[in-house]
């Protein structure tokens, strides 16, 4: 529970750097460290753990990461609020900007494509590709479900709750598809690798 707690409040404090810094390639940057951290310490993010396999049907234990990694990126991004009270108005502007003027097969496209990048990065652990794979799904506007939590909460109403299950629908599909066309690419490899190693001793045989 409290390592899921702390795995929400990294993303959030992630939040407070893309609300306080104007430049988007910098806030981008200094985002990765959010999910560096998380990474390094294995702490469990729902966003990064949906797509492991074997899933071995343990529903609950991905709700509760989901609940508490809730829980500590809106405690985070609300303390950012209660430090700085001018900032309701970003918070308030950036749920507008993903959820207000939005279509909901859109939001449900860029969950998708943004845990593509999130499960990639939390595959390889390769320090260069997380930073990469982070600062190209906050480039391209893909949402995250849990970086968009604190703003469905803190301006909650029933059409931004709807907007963020889709986008947490999104990352779902996009974390398991992805997942699966790795496994896939993984067995074609070791198929391909076999059947070449069996073609060599035939041939060997052939050669006596």
Partial sequence: ?????????????????????????????????????????????????????????????????????????????????????????????MADAKFANTTYLSLFVAGVLCNVLIHLACSTKHTIIVALCIMAFILCGFEHSIADAPYMILTFNLKYAICWLLVLLGNTVGAICTEWMLVFAEAKDSYVEENDDTTDDFNTIEGE
């Avoid at 988007?24 to 951290?37: D, I, K, S």
């Avoid at 294995?42 to 753990?49: D, R």
């Fill in 1 to 93: 529970m409290t390592q899921a707690i702390l795995a929400g409040f990294l993303i959030g404090i992630g939040d407070m750097i893309l609300m306080s810094v104007t430049n988007q390639f910098v806030a981008a940057f200094l985002f990765c460290v959010a999910l560096e951290c998380v990474i390094y310490f294995e702490l469990p993010l729902f966003t990064g753990m949906i797509g492991k396999l074997p899933w071995n049907r343990n529903w609950t234990g991905y709700l509760l990461a989901l609940l508490f990694n809730v829980v500590g990126a809106s405690f985070a991004v609300w303390l950012f609020t209660f430090l700085n009270p001018d900032s309701w108005y970003l918070v308030r502007s």
